[in-house]
């Protein structure tokens, strides 16, 4: 059912003013009648006289005052009746500009429009306040649409890569019959192994955007040692040493997605390392209320200035692509970023004067006496 428009916020002020002024005008000659009008005689000095013979009558009496008072005394409320309704208005229209200044860059920014912001001046009050925090929304949401944007059409582009592929290799087999089948089958399962793999990704680096799952105690030396059992094999196919070092480290947050987060860093530093006698040491610990973890490989070394660039989506360096079965899709060490953020942690990389990479994450600790047996 649509609302019916009511009255705007000025003018209720306005009307607010002078009927302020009005009841004060009003008070204020009833004021003057308790405590002046009704001590004046009530008769004139014609009856007097007849009454009570010659009387001296000093000033006017009551009728005779309220005569002349009443006329002006309507006067002065009109008057304070038409200067409350102008001046409110005119000060409503003051006090009300900052308020209409946020609403035009709300409607701004509901048209699409982030880029504009209030900045307003003047002291710091209510609305300079508000103003403030509603330019940091503004601020949060064009840089988040603005990621969201370019991760969409990162992602359009990775997704597009398989399935061009997919449909290059069905139009040279039906073009040529002879091609050997078994060829064709296992580069087809490649490429739609990629893609899948793709999309999982993308997938749950939704999920740890939102994050809403469920949170429970995890101790990330556990975590570590699966991982590390998981990609075992993968390390010793590139003569890598992968070893698990430290104590207990609890947090709260969802297994599954830091045994993803864990894995993620394992196996991009498996990858990412020597081709042969490379090391990769996994390391957990507590410190103070803070459960630390560190994953630090050998390798080629990184540019300063690509370090920072890893955790963009579909971020690899040039440095770090990989063509075997084991390229990635620039989403790893993203993953990584997301599911920290998500478990309101931090995430460091410091590339290794050696070569290689240091990833240093940073959970908010579990007290010993919550966490469980």
Request: charged share 20%.
């Amino acid at each position: 059912m649509p609302r019916r428009p009511g009255r705007s916020a000025r003018l209720k002020l306005t009307l607010s003013y002078a009927g302020f002024l009005f009841v004060a005008g009003t008070l204020m000659l009833a004021v003057m009648w308790v405590f002046v009008l009704r001590w004046l005689p009530a008769h004139d000095p014609a009856s007097l006289q007849k009454m009570f013979g010659p009387v001296i009558i000093v000033g006017p009496n009551r009728s005779e005052l309220l005569r002349g008072f009443a006329p002006a005394a309507a006067t002065a409320l009109a008057f304070l009746l038409v200067f409350g309704l102008l001046g409110g208005w005119i000060l409503a229209g003051r006090m009300l500009a900052p308020l209409t200044q946020i609403t035009d860059a709300a409607r701004m920014a509901g048209n699409g429009s982030l880029s504009h912001r209030i900045r307003m001046k003047g002291r710091q009050d209510e609305f300079r306040e508000l103003s403030d925090v509603f330019d940091s929304m503004l601020e949060q949401l064009e840089s988040h649409v603005a990621e969201q944007q370019r991760f969409a059409a990162n992602a359009s582009h990775e997704l597009r890569t398989p399935l061009a592929l997919s449909r290059t290799l069905l139009d040279v087999a039906r073009e040529d019959p002879t091609r050997d089948r078994d060829e064709l089958i296992e580069r087809l399962h490649a490429v739609n192994a990629r893609a899948i793999g793709l999309t999982e990704a993308l997938l749950l680096l939704s999920r740890s955007d939102r994050g809403n799952f469920t949170r429970e105690s995890v101790d990330l030396s556990l975590i570590a040692e699966e991982a590390a059992e998981t990609l075992l094999p993968l390390a010793e196919h590139r003569r890598t040493t992968l070893d698990v070092t430290g104590g207990a480290a609890r947090t709260s947050g969802s297994a599954e997605l830091l045994l993803r987060m864990v894995t993620n860093l394992v196996q991009n530093a498996v990858v990412h390392n020597l081709p042969a006698g490379g090391t990769v040491t996994v390391h957990t610990e507590a410190h103070g209320g803070t459960s630390v973890l560190r994953v630090e490989n050998t390798g080629h070394r990184l540019p300063p200035e690509l370090v920072p660039t890893l955790t963009e989506p579909f971020q690899r360096g040039t440095e770090r692509v990989r063509t075997d079965e084991h390229a990635g899709v620039g989403l790893g060490l993203a993953i990584v970023h997301r599911i920290v953020r998500a478990h309101d942690g931090t995430l460091d990389l410091a590339p290794r004067p050696a070569g290689g990479l240091l990833v240093t994450v940073r959970l908010p600790g579990m007290p010993k006496a919550a966490a469980p047996e």
